[in-house]
């Protein structure tokens, strides 16, 4: 193998074990440790985990009236997101600086990056069919193997979660012809649950291009089946399918210029997974998986380009309860084929074998934890990747920590056998990250303060009129991240700010597209029947490539406030109404590219 570069650890793993996590309902008042994630590959409360995480429940995604998940992400703790122009467009996430394909997502488990190029479809996702998201910053390739440099984001999507048989129906319409529908179905029938969801979305959205009249439409639909049913305390079954299809218009398509392009985008994700209990501490969870996808792009109608990509996931985990802690076992699979569109690419599938292991104890004061993996890539070699924590609890509130990781991106088809330029010489890109970390946590609030340093070595850059991927650049990124948060007589306020040092070492220049600092403050207050809420998100300002003449340009800093109100009329009907951009500011996130200016919609609910 070419590629053969043995690393020592990598920060605490965020990582579910390839099946879904049934998510309950959760209280409004509730602390930290009630909530479950999954680190390690082993369930843990959210204050048991030794990484810098985030948590966006259910009542939370309901309050805040988001109308996409990009709106859910944005701004964050270490999280920044790009998208030139409307919905559907391209759209770039950076966790803690690193690029766009140096962050994991998963939906239930399965990967949903598109095998070619890395890229996420952002949009294919509605947030009416998300249960829960789950954020942990840092790198977690000693869980996941490769992509997680900047961290790892999991999205569970709905289950049913209340006895007996129960239904909603969301209508909501806004601006810009704007349009949902959703309807969901679920139930709960002794040790089995079944849920349904329809979503469907239509919007004329607005220009992509600010030097462009014409308005760039939107507009998505989606269905999802979850079944989950216990055998007694032997076993637990856990199945779910999710299709979605996204059609969008953009701007800057063709030579010459075309203002009327339009993408197609189809999803599809199946996963079913069995948990046996064979003892009392010890569960062994099997688990299969395939994600299917395909993209289209048009101009003026006729077709322009199609990929389709298939991705099969296999894995065998075991998970076993310590006197002090918990420890975990797995192996998995997983390949990956170009179906459609792969015409002059030299290879067209690939195969990935990982082996892992992970622990966690925890002695008095004291708490500890260590994970490796092993990773062996049919087209660029293998890896072995790890982590290492510890913890001192300071008082009974108070804990203080470190950590220490390394992580690694893998090249991609295009990168290593694409039709234009490809190199299959690539080696991976590789990352090394250390955390301190200081955590307070009391019954009606919470704060917490990292500070982090990445070194990510061999980054993938293109070169040469052919634009060649080339191993030639490093980054060095710092930073210091500060969330809290407070549950009080109706209030919930969450706040969040993070200041980085995001710079490409061969050039001494900040990162594109990072801002130095950014930050968010989400609050609401419920009384009586209402409730009332605001979002601030902001950002200094931004390296950028200038749209028209490809040269540095500087995007300026913005604040942008959203603004929102719901009435429980009766115990079946819900009134509800936002106001996005409530200062109808005028910023850009790329350069070149618009943003949502003010914008109103309304929605009625109804409970059955």
Request: negative net charge.
């Given at each position: 193998?070419?590629?053969?570069?043995?690393?020592?650890?990598?920060?605490?793993?965020?990582?579910?074990?390839?099946?879904?996590?049934?998510?309950?309902?959760?209280?409004?008042?509730?602390?930290?440790?009630?909530?479950?994630?999954?680190?390690?590959?082993?369930?843990?409360?959210?204050?048991?985990?030794?990484a810098s995480?985030?948590?966006?429940?259910?009542?939370?995604?309901?309050?805040?009236q988001?109308?996409?998940?990009?709106?859910?992400?944005?701004?964050?703790?270490?999280?920044?997101?790009?998208?030139?122009?409307?919905?559907?467009?391209?759209?770039?996430?950076?966790?803690?600086?690193?690029?766009?394909?140096?962050?994991?997502?998963?939906?239930?488990?399965?990967?949903?990056?598109?095998p070619?190029?890395?890229?996420?479809?952002?949009?294919?996702?509605?947030?009416?069919?998300?249960?829960?998201?789950?954020?942990?910053?840092?790198?977690?390739?000693?869980?996941y193997?490769?992509?997680?440099?900047?961290?790892?984001?999991?999205?569970?999507?709905?289950?049913?979660?209340?006895?007996?048989?129960?239904?909603?129906?969301?209508?909501?319409?806004?601006?810009?012809?704007?349009?949902?529908?959703?309807?969901w179905?679920?139930?709960?029938?002794?040790?089995?649950?079944?849920?349904?969801l329809?979503?469907?979305?239509k919007?004329?959205g607005?220009?992509?291009?600010?030097?462009?009249?014409?308005?760039?439409?939107?507009?998505?639909?989606?269905?999802?089946?979850?079944?989950?049913?216990?055998?007694?305390?032997?076993?637990?079954?856990?199945?779910?399918?999710?299709?979605?299809?996204?059609?969008?218009?953009?701007?800057?398509?063709?030579?010459?210029?075309?203002?009327?392009?339009?993408?197609?985008?189809?999803?599809?994700?199946?996963?079913?997974?069995?948990?046996?209990h064979?003892?009392?501490?010890?569960?062994?969870?099997?688990?299969?998986?395939?994600?299917?996808?395909?993209?289209?792009?048009?101009?003026?109608?006729?077709?322009q380009?199609?990929?389709?990509?298939?991705?099969?996931?296999?894995?065998?985990?075991?998970?076993?309860?310590?006197?002090?802690?918990?420890?975990?076992?797995?192996?998995?699979?997983?390949?990956?084929?170009?179906?459609?569109?792969?015409?002059?690419?030299a290879?067209?599938?690939?195969?990935?074998y990982?082996?892992?292991?992970?622990?966690?104890?925890?002695?008095?004061?004291?708490?500890?934890?260590?994970?490796g993996?092993?990773?062996?890539d049919?087209?660029f070699?293998?890896?072995?990747?790890?982590?290492?924590?510890?913890?001192?609890?300071?008082?009974?509130?108070?804990?203080?920590?470190?950590?220490?990781?390394?992580?690694?991106?893998?090249?991609?088809?295009?990168?290593?056998?694409?039709?234009?330029?490809?190199?299959?010489?690539?080696?991976?890109?590789?990352?090394?990250?250390?955390?301190?970390?200081?955590?307070?946590?009391?019954?009606?609030?919470?704060?917490?303060?990292?500070?982090?340093e990445?070194?990510?070595?061999?980054?993938?850059?293109?070169?040469?009129?052919?634009?060649?991927?080339?191993?030639?650049?490093?980054?060095?990124?710092?930073?210091?991240?500060?969330?809290?948060?407070?549950?009080?007589?109706?209030?919930?306020?969450?706040?969040?700010?993070?200041?980085?040092d995001?710079?490409?070492?061969?050039?001494?220049?900040?990162?594109?597209?990072?801002?130095?600092?950014?930050?968010?403050?989400?609050?609401?207050?419920?009384?009586?029947?209402?409730?009332?809420?605001?979002?601030?998100r902001?950002?200094?300002?931004?390296?950028?490539?200038?749209?028209?003449?490809?040269?540095?340009?500087?995007?300026?800093?913005?604040?942008?406030?959203?603004?929102?109100?719901?009435?429980?009329?009766?115990?079946?009907?819900q009134?509800?109404a936002?106001?996005?951009?409530?200062f109808d500011?005028?910023?850009?996130?790329?350069?070149?590219?618009?943003?949502?200016?003010?914008?109103?919609?309304?929605?009625?609910?109804?409970?059955?």
């Amino acid at each position: 193998m070419r590629y053969k570069k043995k690393v020592a650890v990598s920060s605490v793993a965020l990582a579910v074990a390839m099946t879904t996590v049934s998510a309950h309902a959760q209280q409004v008042q509730q602390s930290l440790d009630d909530v479950q994630v999954t680190a390690n590959r082993l369930p843990q409360s959210q204050a048991d985990v030794l990484a810098s995480t985030t948590i966006i429940d259910r009542a939370e995604i309901e309050r805040s009236q988001a109308g996409s998940l990009v709106e859910l992400l944005q701004g964050r703790a270490g999280i920044e997101l790009a998208r030139n122009g409307s919905r559907g467009n391209t759209t770039s996430l950076f966790m803690r600086g690193t690029n766009s394909d140096h962050t994991l997502v998963l939906v239930d488990g399965l990967r949903i990056a598109s095998p070619t190029d890395g890229s996420i479809n952002w949009e294919f996702l509605p947030v009416a069919a998300i249960q829960r998201i789950e954020i942990v910053r840092g790198p977690r390739a000693a869980a996941y193997g490769a992509d997680a440099i900047g961290g790892v984001i999991n999205i569970l999507t709905r289950t049913a979660d209340q006895d007996g048989q129960h239904a909603t129906l969301d209508l909501r319409v806004g601006e810009d012809s704007s349009q949902q529908q959703s309807g969901w179905f679920s139930s709960v029938q002794g040790d089995t649950r079944l849920s349904a969801l329809i979503d469907h979305q239509k919007s004329d959205g607005y220009s992509a291009r600010d030097n462009s009249t014409d308005d760039d439409g939107f507009e998505q639909a989606t269905g999802q089946l979850s079944l989950n049913h216990a055998f007694a305390d032997k076993a637990d079954l856990d199945v779910s399918l999710l299709r979605s299809t996204t059609d969008y218009d953009y701007d800057d398509c063709g030579f010459p210029y075309s203002e009327d392009c339009r993408g197609k985008g189809e999803q599809f994700l199946a996963q079913a997974a069995l948990t046996s209990h064979l003892t009392r501490s010890w569960d062994m969870v099997l688990s299969a998986g395939q994600a299917r996808e395909s993209r289209e792009n048009r101009i003026t109608g006729d077709d322009q380009g199609k990929t389709a990509t298939r991705r099969n996931d296999f894995g065998i985990a075991h998970r076993f309860r310590l006197d002090n802690g918990s420890a975990g076992l797995g192996v998995d699979y997983r390949q990956e084929e170009l179906t459609d569109g792969d015409d002059g690419y030299a290879r067209d599938s690939r195969e990935n074998y990982g082996l892992y292991a992970n622990w966690q104890g925890d002695y008095g004061r004291h708490s500890l934890s260590a994970g490796g993996r092993y990773d062996d890539d049919q087209l660029f070699g293998d890896a072995t990747t790890g982590n290492v924590g510890y913890a001192y609890q300071l008082t009974e509130r108070q804990q203080v920590g470190a950590t220490y990781g390394t992580a690694f991106k893998a090249p991609s088809f295009l990168e290593l056998y694409g039709p234009f330029g490809a190199n299959p010489d690539l080696d991976a890109e590789a990352s090394e990250t250390t955390e301190l970390f200081w955590r307070l946590r009391a019954e009606s609030w919470h704060i917490g303060l990292t500070a982090f340093e990445t070194h990510i070595d061999d980054l993938i850059s293109f070169s040469g009129p052919n634009f060649t991927p080339i191993n030639i650049d490093d980054a060095r990124i710092r930073g210091v991240e500060l969330s809290t948060g407070w549950e009080h007589g109706g209030f919930d306020i969450s706040a969040s700010l993070t200041h980085q040092d995001p710079e490409d070492r061969s050039t001494g220049e900040r990162l594109q597209r990072r801002a130095r600092t950014f930050g968010r403050i989400d609050a609401d207050y419920a009384f009586s029947e209402w409730g009332v809420g605001a979002t601030l998100r902001s950002a200094a300002d931004r390296r950028d490539v200038d749209v028209v003449s490809f040269g540095d340009t500087t995007t300026a800093g913005y604040g942008v406030v959203d603004l929102r109100t719901a009435w429980q009329v009766t115990p079946e009907i819900q009134l509800s109404a936002k106001l996005e951009n409530a200062f109808d500011r005028d910023y850009q996130l790329v350069d070149g590219y618009n943003t949502q200016d003010r914008y109103l919609e309304g929605g009625v609910k109804l409970s059955f």
